[in-house]
């Protein structure tokens, strides 16, 4: 049975989590205030729906308990809406609430109100993003939750030659490759201890946030 998510608010966060959810065969109904917005995610969503999430009522019609998780992805322009929108979500019995935050402020208020999960998707990004603009051979980066990060990078120099065994990362940066893409080829495949790294071999590792960043500082 595939899973049901309730996205409110389709400014540019939302309408991409939307998107990204339908892509991973989700069901998604997809709601807004602004009728252009809801036409845009009616060509894609499973349901479209034009309704004001801070009303009770309205956002009950939706049965958000019903659904896996619901998101509030209400952005600047309705701080007090995305509060209210979250609140009424807890109250309706909503079994998972992932919340939009704007500032820090607004993290605290969404998290005393119940939300499961609050995200600030600018602050992420622009963490995320400065780490690459700091070291070219982050490629990028995922949260996986719990602390954890998904890096891609670009081997450095200094591994080009040496077996993952000899490099032993987890031991001396807490680092783990779980995947390895060669230069001349897209694929991306399981490593073996006993592979030596190429140039331009891409890695694809797995730990806490921040080690990566601290192990290419030092070699």
């Known amino acids: 049975m595939k899973k049901q998510a309730l996205v409110v608010g389709l400014g540019q966060f939302g309408m991409s989590v939307a998107r990204a959810l339908v892509e991973r065969g989700v069901e998604v109904l997809a709601v807004d205030h ?22 009770a009522e309205a956002l ?33 019995g909503a079994k998972r609430v ?19 999960h609050v995200v ?11 780490n690459q603009i700091i070291h070219a051979d982050i490629r990028g980066e995922m949260a996986l939750g719990g602390g954890l990060m998904v890096t891609e990078a670009q081997a450095p120099q200094l591994f080009v030659g040496r077996t993952l065994r000899e ?7 807490k680092v783990t490759v779980v995947a390895l893409r060669r230069a001349d ?23 806490e946030d921040g080690a990566v960043t601290r192990m290419l500082e030092r070699v």
């Open 34 to 55: 602004r009728e252009d917005r809801v036409r845009v995610a009616a060509a894609f969503a499973t349901q479209a729906a034009e309704v004001d999430a801070t009303s």
């Open 120 to 130: 600030n998707p600018e602050r992420e990004f622009g963490e995320r993003f400065a």
């Open 60 to 92: 009950g019609g939706l049965s958000p308990q019903r659904r896996d998780v619901c998101v509030c992805a209400i952005g600047d322009e309705g701080k007090q809406a995305a509060i209210i929108c979250t609140a009424l979500l807890k109250q309706l």
């Open 98 to 116: 992932v919340a939009r935050a704007n500032d820090e402020i607004n993290h605290r208020i969404l998290t005393l109100i119940g939300a499961d």
């Open 185 to 207: 080829t897209d694929r991306v495949r399981l490593p073996r201890a006993e592979e030596r790294i190429e140039p331009g071999d891409v890695l694809v590792l797995v730990a």
């Open 167 to 173: 490099l032993s990362l987890p031991h001396r940066f």
